[in-house]
């Protein structure tokens, strides 16, 4: 079954992409949920006839995200958080917190394009995330866990 997708979709693909996908995985969760449009021959070519139009403006989203990419990978975090006196934090970080820091920054990033590498965060320490921008552009940045 092929569909269109109207939004990103982590591990099938990102918005617009023509994929294919299991029948039950389409009609019960991605087309109700409003992840994906039905590939009919006509929407196929309403489809490539509204990615024409956008490839230019592609163009400029794609240098706006290496832009960021950019100054992104210049920015270290540091995350407040209580710690015990060995140096365990008490919870863990998550990808929340971080989007709140990186907003404080002027950073205006979705915490759900955020993926902390080695997840959980349960200790003290340097840490590094990844930033989905763009389809291609996914910078990392380094945070410090400090307990307060």
Known sequence: MEVILKK??????Y???VVTVKPGYGRNFLIP???ALLATSSALKAHTETMKQR?????????EAEALA??????????GTKAGENGKIFGS???VQLAEALK???FDIDRKSLKIKNEPIKEVGSYEAEV????GVKPTFKFDVVGE
Do not use: C, R, W
């Open 70 to 79: 950019v100054k992104l990978s210049e920015v270290t975090l540091t995350i």
């Open 15 to 17: 918005k617009d992409e």
């Open 132 to 135: 989905n921008l763009h389809k």
């Open 33 to 35: 949920q409003g992840y």
């Open 93 to 95: 970080v998550n990808t």
């Open 8 to 13: 990103n979709v982590d591990k099938l693909g």
């Open 55 to 63: 490839a230019h403006k592609e163009t400029k989203v794609l240098a």
């Open 104 to 106: 404080v920054l002027g």
